[in-house]
């Protein structure tokens, strides 16, 4: 039997957090944050966070009160505002991370002001205005190629 606390689920407060950044989070708490939404397995969030700390920030989140691993049966995450909240929107979360990680790999630590503006959008439209801004950002820290790279792999947006 699978066991519940395995998938991550934003609390109440978890969701306050999102509408209002009061916790002053690290964007890539926010980013984990989103994606707890009680769907996701622990082992699906740490593909999409690679880096070591995950696990460690994930606890953080959970220790301050924003995240429930329980093991007990929870009510799913009520969707924070422009976040995915409707079965059309469901692919914005898809679209949302495959972003974060196309970012990340292609930008590392200078990609976290793009990270946070993709927790924000709220339409395909505002991840599509976002790509040529990424893309320069790519082009000035790496080089041209790098960003018709990112380009080729995040096309599909």
Do not use: H, K, N, W
């Not at 969701?15 to 964007?27: C, I, K, V, Y």
């Not at 999409?48 to 691993?69: K, T």
């Not at 679209?95 to 990609?111: E, F, T, Y």
């Not at 991840?127 to 960003?147: F, G, I």
Request: hydrophobic share 45%; net charge positive; aromatic share 4%.
């Amino acid at each position: 039997m699978e066991d519940i606390g395995d998938r991550p689920v934003r609390t109440a407060l978890g969701t306050a957090e999102l509408r209002t950044g009061r916790a002053d989070l690290s964007p890539r708490q926010r980013q984990i944050l989103i994606l707890c939404d009680g769907r996701r397995r622990i082992r699906a969030l740490a593909r999409c966070f690679p880096e070591p700390d995950f696990a460690a920030e994930l606890a953080e989140l959970e220790a301050r009160g924003f995240v429930y691993r329980g093991a007990s049966p929870v009510m799913p995450a009520a969707p924070a505002d422009g976040l995915a909240s409707a079965p059309e929107d469901a692919a914005l979360g898809t679209l949302r991370r495959r972003l974060v990680q196309a970012c990340a790999d292609a930008l590392g630590d200078a990609g976290e002001a793009f990270v946070e503006r993709i927790g924000r959008a709220r339409s395909r439209a505002e991840l599509r205005r976002l790509v040529p801004a990424m893309m320069a950002a790519v082009a000035a820290t790496r080089d041209a190629d790098a960003a018709r790279a990112l380009r080729e792999r995040i096309e599909p947006l």
